[in-house]
């Protein structure tokens, strides 16, 4: 039977031809440019695609996005029985800011699973925690952070000193900086990016133990995504902005706006692939343009396989 792991080689190619296009824009001040570049290539490499896919979390809806909109079909073969049948979470281009201003960690990013086992996430915000392996179990959102700093440098075997956190640089952190700070723990502000924190913190050899924070939605089911495959931590928890947002919230995922999502429950299938390319150098290389070829840096994890493989492909213009 076919599976998601099957398809990896088109996944690979959409997130790098996005990361391709968009690196054009690199430096340049024009966000938009470079979002519209990543969505487009994206888009091209999909219609090219052997199966019956449907876009999950994409740019907005039907009418806020020309392509790639929530429920947009996608592939070569939509409605034809027996291929498989794949939704897609999709950020063509996670950090736009950064690559307008050429800062760090802008990436193309997706994540694909079976049918109906991607949550559709509300474009709301999400209270976030993110961890590698050795924390499972042990931190979690229904505690504190002091008690999840406690917690981490009990289990590594570390002064809390030591504990390393990263957050997005947001004004509604404030109260979760200071009490970071309070605990003495070491903490590292992200201007954007928080599907790239949730990597970093999730890696045995990566920079930082603790992702913390409220970010988007959307990107957690990514983010969860990409940690199932590498055993490590992930809960999330939905925060509204407006009454309008909640009851929006209320239509796509049922009455249960309080509840705490693990990481299973956003990425509900194994048979899930995480695929992102470098467009900013960050935790991926940059994207590479020459005169007459491009080099693209990604990263694939198979969720069921639970491998993580770093790939540098090289295309002529």
Known sequence: MSSTADLT???LEAVDQAAIASSAWRGKGDKNAADDAAVEAMRRTFDNVPFDGRVAIGEGERDEAPMLFIGEELGS???VQGVPCIDIAVDPLECTNNCADDLPNS???LAAAPRGTLLHAPDCYMDKIAAGPLLAGHVSLEGTPTYNLEQAAHVLDKPI????VIALDRERHADLFKEIRASGAQLELLGDGDVSGAIWAAKE???FDLLMGIGAAPEGVISATALRGLGGVFEGRLVFRSPEEEARAGEMVGDDLTRLWQAHDLCKSEDAIFAAS???DGYLPAAEIGS???IAHSEIIDVQAKTVEQISTRRPL
Do not use: L, N, W
């Open 77 to 79: 073969m939509v409605g």
């Open 292 to 294: 007459d070829y491009t």
């Open 9 to 11: 080689k088109h996944f």
């Open 278 to 280: 470098g467009v900013c």
């Open 107 to 109: 990436i193309a990013v």
């Open 205 to 207: 050899d990566g920079p």
């Open 161 to 164: 000193s030591e504990v390393r």
